[in-house]
């Protein structure tokens, strides 16, 4: 597996949603098209749900561009770079699990100002502008989002119908999901990149 993106969930039985559950962490993705759900909890890194309607096959990835200080200048950096394999990871197995390019629809999350030692990068709003982005320039229509503002969110996505069901974690009683992201981004810095590149 190329280095950056990588599908290793915990799975586990949700009982309030009675169902089975993936969750990822940041770099990991999950692709499914049985019926569950899908589960993060996003600071400054962006998911991107996405899903074909028809077959109910979609999945969700949790991803943050690595901090570069030519991401505004230069399109094609590093970080750029990053986010695209990461967009496109879960494409190629949502297609290989048999969706259809051409019937995609995406619901995006996070971006969140939450990571204060990212303050000038702003690294959420690069977030949030990248996945916009690159959907629009693959013509992947966004149906709903929900990015930016400064509060930790937990995500829950269930490829067979679509439905997200997504809270503001407006008091978080420890650090736990900015010390996650903070080691995320140290790694990210030391990767190299291969391959090509509320209820919604």
Do not use: W
């Amino acid at each position: 597996m190329t280095a950056g993106t990588i599908s290793a969930p915990t799975i586990y039985y949700d009982q309030h949603f009675n169902t089975e559950a993936a969750k990822i962490l940041p770099g990991e993705y999950y692709v499914t098209g049985r019926d569950m759900v899908i589960v993060t909890v996003l600071g400054s890194c962006v998911s991107a749900c996405l899903r074909d309607p028809v077959s109910g096959i979609g999945g969700m990835n949790h991803f943050m561009l690595p901090e570069n200080r030519q991401y505004d200048a230069n399109p094609l950096a590093l970080s750029a770079r990053y986010g695209t394999h990461a967009m496109e990871v879960l494409i190629n197995q949502i297609l290989k699990a048999g969706g259809r390019r051409d019937r995609l629809e995406a619901k995006v999350f996070g971006g969140g100002q939450v990571l204060q030692g990212f303050i000038v990068s702003n690294v959420g709003e690069q977030n949030a502008n990248f996945v916009r982005h690159f959907l629009e320039m693959e013509e992947i229509p966004i149906v709903a989002e929900d990015l930016l503002d400064i509060y930790p969110r937990k995500v829950y996505f269930f490829p067979r119908s679509g439905r997200v069901l997504m809270k503001k974690l407006r008091s978080v009683h420890n650090d736990t999901i900015v010390q996650r992201e903070r080691e995320y981004g140290s790694r990210l810095r030391h990767e190299s990149v291969s391959g090509d590149v509320d209820l919604f």
